[in-house]
């Protein structure tokens, strides 16, 4: 907070020329008086400055004057000590919380207020990012962007090392990497992915460490860097055996994914049935972090079955159909739901069935639409490509592609660089 914006208020309000010192006189009255104090008893406590001696007790003549816009309190630190006396907000007299003689905050309180609604704030866009709301969760995370900006400018040192900052400072980076994948700004993305782990190896909290490791894992997974991958996430389940049981779910589920990216059958299952194993045994779904939602066995079979499509077989992603759409409509993962179609879409098409291929794809893209992310809908171009360069000249083909060519405004080009199996 500025310490010189409320006293140009207050001269504004006394009057061109008045003297603002002169308001703090009123504000000490006002405070004394509500204190039960007289003025003598004031005086007897009243801080003297270091240039005087220090200690306590001037007249109370000298209060008078005060009071009275006679004299000044020209040393700040003796007005910060009055306003400890009198319990006077500093901010009425124009001073920040942060008390630079002593490096300290004096008061956290309104600071901490700020922190709890960004907070609040943060755990609403991952709600809408988790229900598929992209658009609206993006128009939060750019008003808070913007309050996350002016609020670091402005806060002192000493609150910015409280744990509780520097964990919403975490999560705040988590989130706006997830956005960044969303809009495909993958090396943005990985960015607030790394400054998330620089602020989880500070305070040494293994959930927090788990997940960002297992961010940038996912991440490099992502784009095709198996080994990279593997060892993030590797790392990741580590951290996660002294973290929150729920948290082994999530990074197993990931790991299993990479596992099958670098065609080991084996630990993919291995990995994959541990977090549906733990996912069972737990008695709530709910992690313990900045979205505040659950990682269920949906999201667990929707990784097997996106790693079964990296091992080459479709027919093991087909056979979890059933299993997939029965626990989806137990709960409300509607993303997940969304990108299950794009598996089945590339299923059919490694099995030859075009017309199943083409009718899953379409429903993609719709949800990619609705979704309204640009990732999303990349790989919905990625297998129209696949599908014209294996079966260009079916009817059906030509169909989906002028259909998509329609939606998204006459694109002209379906761009197929990036991996299809990226949820």
Same mark, same amino acid.
């Given at each position: 907070?500025?310490?010189?914006?409320?006293?140009?208020?207050?001269?504004?309000?006394?009057?061109?020329?008045?003297?603002?010192?002169? =308001?703090?006189?009123?504000?000490?009255?006002?405070?004394?008086?509500?204190?039960?104090?007289?003025?003598?008893? *004031?005086?007897?406590?009243?801080?003297?400055?270091?240039?005087?001696?220090?200690?306590?007790?001037?007249?109370?003549?000298?209060?008078? #004057?005060?009071? /009275?816009?006679?004299? !000044?309190?020209?040393?700040?630190?003796?007005?910060?000590?009055?306003?400890?006396?009198?319990?006077?907000?500093?901010?009425?007299?124009?001073?920040?919380?942060?008390? &630079?003689?002593?490096?300290?905050?004096?008061?956290?309180?309104?600071?901490?207020?700020?922190?709890? *609604?960004?907070?609040?704030?943060?755990?609403?866009?991952?709600?809408?990012?988790?229900?598929?709301?992209?658009?609206?969760?993006?128009?939060?995370?750019?008003?808070?962007?913007?309050?996350?900006?002016?609020?670091?400018?402005?806060?002192?040192?000493?609150?910015?090392?409280?744990?509780?900052?520097?964990?919403?400072?975490?999560?705040?980076?988590?989130?706006?990497?997830?956005?960044?994948?969303?809009?495909?700004?993958?090396?943005?993305?990985?960015?607030?992915?790394?400054?998330?782990?620089?602020?989880?190896?500070?305070?040494?909290?293994?959930?927090?460490?788990? =997940?960002?490791?297992?961010?940038?894992?996912?991440?490099?997974?992502?784009?095709?860097?198996?080994? @990279?991958?593997?060892?993030?996430?590797?790392?990741?389940?580590?951290?996660?055996?002294?973290?929150?049981?729920?948290?082994?779910?999530?990074? /197993?589920?990931?790991?299993? !994914?990479?596992?099958?990216?670098?065609? #080991?059958?084996?630990?993919?299952?291995?990995?994959?049935?541990?977090?549906?194993?733990?996912? /069972?045994?737990?008695?709530?779904?709910?992690?313990? #972090? &900045?979205?505040?939602?659950?990682?269920?066995?949906?999201?667990?079979?929707?990784?097997?079955?996106?790693?079964?499509?990296?091992?080459?077989?479709?027919?093991?992603?087909?056979?979890?159909?059933?299993?997939?759409?029965?626990?989806?409509? @137990?709960?409300?993962?509607?993303?997940?739901?969304?990108?299950?179609?794009?598996?089945?879409?590339?299923?059919?098409?490694?099995?030859?069935?075009?017309?199943?291929?083409?009718?899953?794809?379409?429903?993609?893209?719709? #949800?990619?639409?609705?979704?309204?992310?640009?990732?999303?809908? @990349?790989?919905?171009?990625?297998?129209?490509?696949?599908?014209?360069?294996?079966?260009?000249?079916?009817?059906?083909?030509?169909?989906?592609?002028?259909?998509?060519?329609?939606?998204?405004?006459?694109?002209?080009?379906?761009?197929?660089?990036?991996?299809?199996?990226?949820?």
């Amino acid at each position: 907070m500025s310490s010189r914006a409320p006293t140009l208020m207050w001269v504004q309000v006394i009057g061109e020329g008045a003297d603002p010192m002169y =308001h703090y006189g009123i504000i000490i009255r006002e405070y004394r008086e509500r204190a039960g104090m007289t003025q003598a008893q *004031l005086a007897a406590r009243w801080p003297k400055s270091e240039r005087f001696g220090g200690g306590e007790g001037v007249s109370w003549k000298y209060i008078q #004057d005060i009071e /009275h816009g006679r004299k !000044r309190i020209d040393d700040q630190e003796t007005l910060r000590k009055v306003c400890s006396l009198l319990h006077i907000p500093l901010w009425r007299v124009g001073l920040s919380e942060y008390d &630079p003689f002593t490096d300290t905050l004096t008061s956290s309180q309104c600071c901490m207020q700020v922190v709890d *609604l960004m907070e609040l704030t943060l755990r609403q866009a991952w709600t809408m990012r988790k229900s598929s709301l992209l658009g609206p969760a993006r128009g939060v995370m750019t008003r808070l962007g913007t309050l996350w900006a002016s609020f670091l400018a402005s806060t002192p040192p000493a609150l910015q090392k409280e744990v509780s900052f520097q964990r919403l400072q975490a999560n705040y980076h988590c989130l706006q990497g997830v956005l960044a994948v969303d809009a495909m700004q993958y090396h943005k993305a990985i960015t607030h992915y790394y400054d998330m782990y620089q602020i989880a190896q500070h305070l040494q909290e293994p959930a927090l460490l788990a =997940h960002a490791l297992m961010n940038i894992g996912v991440e490099y997974d992502r784009q095709g860097q198996t080994l @990279q991958s593997i060892q993030y996430l590797e790392q990741a389940r580590d951290w996660s055996f002294e973290a929150p049981k729920a948290w082994r779910v999530l990074v /197993h589920a990931y790991l299993s !994914r990479a596992y099958a990216r670098s065609g #080991d059958l084996r630990r993919f299952l291995q990995a994959n049935d541990m977090a549906l194993r733990w996912s /069972h045994c737990l008695y709530s779904d709910y992690i313990d #972090d &900045p979205d505040g939602v659950y990682y269920s066995t949906g999201n667990i079979l929707a990784e097997r079955s996106a790693g079964y499509l990296l091992l080459d077989q479709p027919h093991s992603t087909l056979a979890l159909r059933k299993d997939v759409i029965t626990v989806l409509q @137990q709960g409300q993962e509607s993303r997940v739901a969304a990108w299950m179609s794009l598996d089945w879409a590339q299923a059919y098409l490694l099995l030859g069935e075009v017309e199943a291929c083409v009718s899953e794809l379409r429903q993609f893209h719709r #949800d990619a639409l609705r979704m309204g992310s640009a990732h999303a809908l @990349q790989q919905a171009r990625s297998v129209l490509a696949s599908l014209e360069r294996n079966y260009g000249d079916a009817r059906v083909v030509k169909a989906l592609r002028e259909e998509l060519l329609e939606d998204a405004g006459g694109a002209s080009e379906m761009p197929s660089n990036c991996s299809s199996t990226s949820h």
